[in-house]
């Protein structure tokens, strides 16, 4: 008999962006998620300064949850959810995201919800910016490399978390923070404009690369900033920041393999832990920006920031492993996020995905060891073709399979001594697909 903490918070978890729909209604201004095509492997996503007419935008209606909230949390309730994590649509807040006066109907819209999660015996858990921010203040200067969103942001933190300090304890500032640090995360999880043009093809070059570590920056502060504030208002609030576990082991055991496999694994999942938990930039950034000719322009002033509005607990994603090789030869396959090698001692779904359970336990023993604070899982799932039956339901056993496996791994983990707070399965509600993966023309991963 596996028996999780009394106390643990069981739930499901979805993002504004990819759920509520109602883009332009009751004061929302448009996300920079508002701005992206929907597309498929034959025909990727597809970003316009302005948009198109004549091309569907997912996140425009989404699964309309804006006007079934009430609906959706009852039957998370039948469901026997204890949490449910969700994000705060930054743009019904502040609909151009640098205005000083907050829309009062974004405000009200949220209030009902976290007082129907309440009435249910629901905790939200609220994530601030999860994959989106103002598109008038992305095109302001260029997504999070401007300075100027670092104030924007805090304001707009301030606001919310005073508002609904009676409702909400547990917050997180950005989804997939460390998402930034890799070529995929420039618009996704930093408003840093890609090409506009008929396809949404993202090449690395050496400005983009230094936009995107100074986004990262700014995010590190105005998270900082969050975590500051956010104690002040309520100091029974728990802040954590939010990364997506981007497990990789080396390919074989040859000492190459294993130094690069290294330093993947500190780029992809320590520098930003590191920042947000320790309070600093770890020791191989200042030889990665070096080698990589990447200039942050912080100031003193920053780093006491940071130094002091350090998190409370450990958030992550968790979905898959990757191999990491320094033969460049060996092969790659397409995964969700990331492309890796394949791993030869775990099986792949349909799609491509390493299904490694045990690769959970591995990464929770990784960074418990190394920050010693609780961890939350707040995603973790699996995506299938899902067949509708013709009594319109689905038969899905790989999935119940999947999150089984994966939740023996976390009682051992649990086991192991690791404090954590609960698990939300992504996506607990069928919801839209974010584009975390962009292709370039052959449909490689970039």
Known sequence: ????????????????????????????????????????????????????????????????????????????????????????????????????????????????????????????IVTLSHYEMPYELALLGNGWQDRRCIDCFERYAKVVMEEFSDLVTYWMTFNEINCLANVFGGYLAGGILPPDGPEMQITENHERKNARFNGLHNQFVASARA????????????????????????????????????????????????????????????????????SIHWTQKDLKEISEGTVDYLAFSYYMSNCISSDETVGKSLGNIMTGIPNPYVKQSAWGWPVDARGLRYYMNEAYGRYEIPMFIVENGIGAKDKLESDKTIHDPYRIDYLKEHLLQVYEAIEDGIPVIGYTMWGCIDLIWNGNTFFDKNYKVL
């Not at 949390?73 to 469901?79: G, P, S």
């Not at 204890?82 to 829309?103: D, L, V």
């Not at 104690?231 to 000492?255: D, E, V, W």
Request: hydrophobic share 30%.
């Open 227 to 294: 975590v500051i504030n956010g104690k002040k208002i309520n100091p029974n609030f728990q802040i954590g920041c939010m990364i997506s576990a981007l497990c990789s082991y080396p390919y074989t055991c040859n000492p190459e393999d294993m130094i690069k496999n290294q330093q993947t694994f500190q780029i992809n999942n320590w520098l930003c832990g590191d920042v947000q938990i320790r309070g600093h930039y770890p020791h191989f950034a200042k030889r990665y920006f070096k080698e990589n000719d990447i």
């Open 1 to 124: 008999m596996y028996k999780f903490p009394k106390k643990f918070l069981w739930g499901g978890a979805t993002s504004a962006n990819q759920s509520e729909g109602a883009w332009n209604v009751n004061g929302k201004g448009v996300s920079t998620p508002d701005m992206v095509t929907a597309g498929t492997k034959e025909k990727p996503r597809r970003f316009y300064k302005e948009l198109k007419p004549e091309e569907y935008y997912p996140s425009h209606d989404a699964i309309d949850m804006y006007n079934r909230y009430f609906e959706d949390i009852e039957l998370f309730a039948e469901m026997g959810f204890k949490s449910y994590r969700m994000s705060i649509a930054w743009t019904r807040i502040f609909p151009k995201g640098f205005e000083t006066t907050p829309n009062q109907e974004g405000l009200d819209f949220y209030r009902e919800i976290f007082k129907s999660l309440k009435r249910k015996k629901i905790e939200p």
